[in-house]
């Protein structure tokens, strides 16, 4: 049997015109979103007579209208990362992680449900789970969350938000969690038993030394 494999055109829907782009360029500081539905309310101008703009999709309009916005995006990220961190402060028991206040790349935070002893028990904290989430915010900020079994009710003890796109160095992400679950120890969180929805095949002899020893 001979097989071949035979070149096809690529899809029109992949393809971005002169004439779209530059439309974004000139209506850069709108929301990706209206310059999206803009696009497909003006398929039968002159301008756009020769781009078929039904085949344009809201994400390649983001993609341009981002690399676009670079700069005034990365502003933006630094901005929101500073009121994330004065919006915490002013809250009564949440308390700031501060070997993880890196701008930019991780911000780690307790909640009530952890720091307030009056009211829950460090002793009563034996089980923990750690979950996490991806690709949810609009700065692409990992999520990650410990919570707690705390009379058959599930609390919240601490999050970890971790863009570590950018860092260049060896083990980036496993030694910003490190010291995520370090620095919970160090606050008393010394469960018998950690779940994770995650194969962290080499990572379990750490959960180990940080959490049961």
Known sequence: ???????????????MTPEVESYINAHKH???????????????KSQFEK???YTITRQQVYNVWRSINKTGWERDAANDYRSAQLLLA??????????????????AFLTPCFTDRSIYSLAKMTEIFVD??????????????????YDLVSLPLSYLLLDTRGVQEE?????????????LRGEG???NVVHTDKDFAGKKHEFKLLFMV
Request: proline residues 6%.
């Open 171 to 183: 083990g980036k992400r496993g030694s910003r969690l490190t010291a995520w679950f370090t620095a």
């Open 189 to 191: 969180l010394r469960p």
């Open 30 to 44: 709108f929301a990706p979103r209206h310059i999206y539905q803009n696009l497909l309310q003006m398929m039968d």
């Open 90 to 107: 002013e809250q009564d028991g949440y308390r700031l992680v501060h070997s993880l206040q890196e701008p930019g790349v991780s911000l």
């Open 1 to 15: 049997m001979i097989y071949e494999h035979c070149k096809h055109p690529k899809p029109d829907k992949f393809h």
């Open 51 to 53: 781009t078929e703009l």
């Open 132 to 149: 996490s989430t991806f690709g949810t915010n609009k700065h692409g900020y990992e999520l990650y969350c410990v919570l707690t079994e």
